[in-house]
């Protein structure tokens, strides 16, 4: 079974812009989750989708957003873009049921100038 | 407020010996803990999970234990093998969601 692919895998923009990352989920997988990685915060969550309905929103401002197909591929989009924004975007997904296993893609580096 | 910590930003581990990593929580209603692996460069790779019921799970050379009046888990890894070098995530999650909350990650170094 091919793995969590996510592109683009690099990525450089201008304070101001906007950027959509995509990531689609290892077949079979319902769930798509995304995380922010930063040197100083660690991985943290950004939401999670299940059958194209957003279940869960972590703590971050509006100008992140997500969406999720019928085919459960995720894109998420980040509006406005700010240094801050620099940092490793992940997405994960999850079969649902009774585990919680979340299986990762490599990830898209943001890098915002 | 770190729901999740991984007090040693770092270990270091001789070959074939035990890596004893460690992590605690706060929040009462994570029910679910997993540890994941990181390779710079590379998406976190699950290892092993424990949930709540259970206060220890095995898996080859990973064995996770759960301490839950504590509220502390560690994982084990024996014999530690220079491959296992990388950065170590404690991830918990609860009430049927979804969403991990992570550790900040502990970077092991298995010296040859």
């Known amino acids: 079974k091919a793995g969590v692919t996510q592109t683009p895998r690099y990525l450089i923009k201008t304070r101001g812009q906007q950027v959509t990352l995509s990531c689609s989920p290892i077949?079979?997988?319902?769930?798509v989750s995304w995380y922010q990685q930063t040197p100083g915060q660690g991985l943290q969550f950004l939401f999670e989708?299940?059958?194209?309905?957003?279940?869960n929103k972590g703590n971050f401002p509006g100008r992140f957003s997500g969406r999720q197909f019928s085919n459960s591929r995720s894109e998420m989009n980040v509006s406005t873009l700010e240094l801050g924004d620099s940092a490793l975007y992940l997405c994960?997904?999850?079969?649902?049921?009774?585990?919680?296993?979340?299986?990762f893609g490599p990830g898209t580096r943001l890098t915002v100038t | 407020d770190q729901q999740v910590k991984q007090n040693s930003p770092s270990l270091s581990v001789q070959e074939g010996r035990i890596s004893i990593l460690n992590c605690d929580y706060t929040?009462?209603?994570?029910?679910?803990f997993l540890w994941y692996k990181k390779y710079p460069a590379e998406g976190p790779t699950f290892l092993i999970s424990?949930?709540?019921?259970?206060d220890k799970n095995e898996d080859g050379r990973f064995t996770v234990f759960l301490n839950k009046s504590a509220k502390h888990l560690s994982l084990h890894i024996v014999p530690s093998q220079p491959g296992d070098s990388a950065v170590y995530f404690c991830?918990?999650?609860?009430?049927?969601?979804?969403?991990?909350?992570f550790g900040k990650g502990t970077k092991l170094s298995v010296i040859p």
């Open positions: 424990i949930s709540s019921i259970k």
């Open positions: 994960a997904s999850s079969f649902t049921g009774d585990s919680y296993e979340q299986y």
């Open positions: 929040n009462s209603m994570f029910d679910y």
């Open positions: 077949s079979g997988h319902r769930s």
């Open positions: 989708y299940f059958s194209e309905t957003q279940r």
């Open positions: 991830a918990a999650t609860g009430a049927g969601s979804y969403q991990l909350t």
